[in-house]
């Protein structure tokens, strides 16, 4: 049967499998035994042909193939994205034939196409107006694509980059890095000098805007702030008010922090028409219903994350919220939940205290309170309510709802424990305000009242760009500490919102929050274990020489264009920096802060130094960086590696990564080709593999397999000189109740602010059932004389050519080539 | 329920876990 391709202006023409062959070829280039590679995908390939395919299908067709080889070698992943940037290529800027071409065609369309996206009223008009695009353009440089794995390129493709009124794609990467420095260079005097500078960094991917910035960066619509806090005050037209809002964040792109513990409780009294309050819960349940309704054609809900203190005599109901059962009114299936605990109530679990549940309307000044202010005004209330001077109050056991919280969050993910007290005494922002809560992804430690939504602006250093020969490069981890702070004062000056309160607390607080990510790709490379001394001691340094550059170049944007507005009265112009604070919070709380202490920079001049003026109240978050750390390809924020293989889903669907650098490792060692398929086949853990050397396995031990009191000593050391917090993840082995309350016990005693999501072991694995689906044999049973690698890699046989009328019926990639048994 | 028990995905016949990071709804900020 003879195949044809339909062409994209109509024509038919038929199949060249040289010209595909080449294709895959140059996609190989480079790369060891690429004429396998390429023979493999090539003779794969022709499985799922059929007639009448289109040359985009194609495109897709083997890109899908590449991938569904990444199991036998995580080079078909460098092909796969090679051949997507390809397709990109194609349709941004036309064919080319050499590196050289590439290059001059970036050059030449740059200019063009960002005029189209001005004039289609995509993209801000100063982009064309403030910069020089001679050198700009010059400036491009696509051999940076290099640097992206294949989710990567997706990610950026389907994610951030720019699409015409008709569909039509804008950008190439290199195009979208230089719209981004572009557009965070707008207030600067020499705008393309900057974003030169600003490109440089991002398109090595040292360091990335965080999501929102990446979304709106340079466009008309420049809503490039990423985290909004804020309360519900108690009255009816503020909560109306927190709606709208919510609606118009949710809009924009943003993750939103909402505290809802000023709410009266339900059966608290309504003066005004003489009946009662509801209490917060339907309330949240409404603004639950606006994050799917705000969701871009249904594609993309809100995110928000509720707080609420666990003194509010709703809570028991607030822990509730994530439940799958019971009225669903009184659920919130898409927002989060998190709970903003006390040094009061860690110690009444400690001693196995009661717990007092109180109604806001009467202990109005509660939520104000922090530390031993708090401790105190709270054993008041205590007093007045067994006095019988309170109208609602309701006393329990301290440890019983300690384990309540804990039961709900193994068997919801939520709520998320955070920590209020650690959080206010460790703010160098104090004299603005009590902090309430925390935001959508819990590493934002902000002020908030009825005038101020407080604003967070984040990007995260790429660690894993960062490593010279074995070792950290310090100077470019301050050097692209620096640049990212001046990149995120910027950002402040350019975004807008529409929300009049968020804009005004930008301004007055310009607060940013540079993170890390690649912790664990680092460790890795160095063959450390995660919960080994050498991290904890490398993260404590990275950290160090991160906050130590970031809050420097804060103080000399400080001289160069003042401080924020808010900066008289904050501790950093008493000449406080963020690890002093430990000690700060220890004596307040009375009981020791363990965490290391060891500093190892001049922090004496820092002190001097901030005194003078700060730019930005806060510096430093370490957000998930679960979307940028895909772009970046390295592990996200300080996670742990999940396991050495798992899937990923993309709009294109779902495909399997493999540890790259568990490969190189066992490849150094000659074992990868005789471990892989037990690798596969153990769902990507190695401990039981015979053949694999112990201290390969303590490298790579995947985040079920660690102690989770590592994850809280990365977090502890880590956190010491971060001035906001860290969406720390926590992954669990154990059920047992015991065990989860002495490490979430353990968070609070290491100073650890926050904690994110809790992942729990899944009782039951799924087991390899399948008989493997061996393209190799089929293709080979059928006569392919193709040399095949990997799985299924035979020798010697013989001929091929399956016959297009046996292409599966099913589509492209996984689940379209055929499978065992069908 | 706990996201983190939907942990398994079938790619191209084998059973293999989800990246957590697909579960988590924080890409509206990052």
């Known amino acids: ?822 | 329920m706990n996201p983190s028990a939907e942990g398994t995905a079938t790619i191209d016949g084998y059973a293999v876990p989800v990246d957590p990071m697909d579960l988590l709804r924080c890409d509206s900020c990052q």
């Not at chain 1, 001049?602 to 957000?623: C, E, H, P, S, Y």
């Open chain 1, 1 to 822: 049967m003879n195949i044809t391709v339909v062409k994209r202006n109509g024509e038919r023409e038929p199949y060249d499998a040289n010209k595909i062959n080449l294709a895959i070829e140059r996609a190989a280039e480079g790369l060891e035994d690429s004429i396998a590679w390429v023979t493999q995908i090539a003779s794969e390939l022709e499985l799922t042909l059929f007639d009448g395919i289109s040359t985009q299908q194609l495109d897709e067709a083997v890109i899908q193939v590449a991938l569904q080889n990444v199991k036998d070698d995580p080079a078909f992943d460098v092909v796969a994205a090679r051949l997507l940037v390809k397709t990109i290529y194609k349709r941004v800027l036309g064919d080319y034939e050499s590196p050289e071409e590439l290059k001059a065609l970036h050059a030449q369309h740059f200019a063009e196409n960002v005029h189209r996206g001005v004039d289609e009223g995509l993209l801000d008009e100063r982009l064309v107006q403030m910069f020089d695009f001679d050198r700009l353009a010059q400036a491009l440089e696509p051999t940076r694509d290099g640097l992206l794995k294949y989710i990567g390129v997706v990610t950026l493709n389907n994610r951030y980059g720019i699409k015409g009124r008709n569909g039509d794609p804008l950008e190439v990467p290199q195009y979208f890095w230089m719209r981004i420095a572009m557009g965070l260079s707008l207030n600067e005097q020499d705008p393309t000098a900057h974003a030169l500078t600003f490109y440089e960094k991002m398109s090595k991917l040292e360091y990335l805007a965080a999501g929102s910035t990446l979304v709106n960066g340079g466009t008309s619509y420049p809503q490039l702030a990423n985290c909004f806090v804020m309360e519900m005050q108690d009255d009816i037209e503020h909560i109306a008010k927190t709606t709208r809002d919510v609606m118009w964040l949710t809009k924009g792109t943003g993750g939103i922090g909402l505290a809802v513990t000023k709410l009266r409780a339900q059966g608290s009294p309504i003066r005004s028409n003489n009946t009662s309050s509801t209490g917060p819960i339907p309330f949240m349940h409404t603004i639950d219903s606006v994050l799917r309704a705000v969701s871009r054609g249904g594609k993309k809900f809100g995110a928000l994350c509720f707080y609420i203190e666990n003194w509010h005599m709703d809570f028991p109901e607030f822990l509730d919220l994530r439940q799958n059962s019971g009225d669903p009114y009184r659920r919130t299936r898409t927002a989060n939940t998190a709970v903003w605990i006390s040094d009061e109530f860690m110690k009444r679990v400690e001693n196995d205290e009661p717990w007092y549940l109180f109604d806001p309307l009467e202990v109005q000044d509660l939520n104000e309170l922090y530390g031993s202010a708090f401790s105190k005004r709270y054993a008041e209330y205590v007093e007045m309510a067994e006095a019988g001077t309170l109208n609602m109050f309701k006393k329990i056991g301290a440890r019983e709802q300690f384990k309540a919280i804990l039961i709900s969050l193994q068997g919801t993910s939520h709520p998320w424990l955070t920590w209020k007290d650690t959080i206010n005494n460790r703010a160098l922002n104090n004299n603005s305000g009590t902090i309430h809560l925390s935001n959508l992804c819990t590493e934002i430690c902000l002020p908030q009242d009825v005038d101020n939504v407080s604003v967070c602006n984040l990007a995260s250093i790429n660690l894993s760009q960062h490593v010279v020969d074995g070792a950290m490069d310090w100077a470019k981890i301050e050097e692209s500490a620096r640049i990212a702070v001046r990149q995120l004062d910027n950002l402040i000056d350019i975004t807008r919102s529409s929300v009049a309160e968020a804009d005004y607390s930008n301004e007055q607080n310009r607060a940013v929050g540079l993170g890390v990510m690649g912790f664990t790709d680092v460790i890795e490379r160095f063959g450390y274990s995660y919960e080994s001394e050498e991290s904890y001691d490398l993260i404590d340094e990275i950290m160090e020489h991160v906050s130590y550059a970031a809050i420097d170049e804060s103080a000399n944007l400080a001289q160069e264009r003042g401080s924020y507005p808010n900066f008289e009265g904050s501790r950093w112009s008493q000449g406080i920096v963020p690890l002093d604070t430990v000690d700060l919070t220890e004596a307040d709380r009375g009981v020791p802060i363990e965490v290391n202490r060891t500093t190892r920079l001049d922090w004496d001049r820092l002190r001097v130094k901030v005194k003078g003026g700060m730019r930005n109240a806060t510096l430093m978050a370490i957000a998930p960086t679960a979307s940028i750390g895909l772009v970046a390809g390295t592990t996200p924020g300080l996670d742990p590696q999940f396991s050495q293989i798992f899937s990923r889903s993309t709009s294109s669907g779902k495909f399997l990564e493999i540890n790259r650098n568990l490969v190189e490792a066992l490849r150094e060692r000659g074992l990868w080709e005789s471990t892989r398929e037990d690798i596969l086949r153990s769902q990507g853990d190695i401990q039981n593999i015979e053949s694999i050397p112990q201290a390969l396995k303590d490298t790579f031990k995947t985040s079920f397999q660690l102690s989770p009191y590592s994850f809280l000593e990365v977090a502890a050391r880590a956190q010491k000189w971060i001035d906001q917090a860290i969406s720390r993840n926590m992954y669990l082995d154990t059920r047992d109740m015991d065990d989860l309350m002495s490490i979430y016990m353990g968070a609070w005693k290491r100073g650890v602010k926050t904690t994110y999501y809790l992942h729990m072991k899944p009782r039951h694995t799924a087991e390899q059932s399948t008989v493997k689906v061996n393209k190799a044999e089929q293709i080979n049973a059928q006569g392919s004389s193709a040399p095949r690698k990997g799985f299924g890699a035979t020798t010697g046989s013989s001929t091929p050519v399956v016959a297009a009328s046996a292409a599966p019926k099913k589509g492209f990639g996984f689940g379209g080539a055929a499978k065992a048994g069908e």
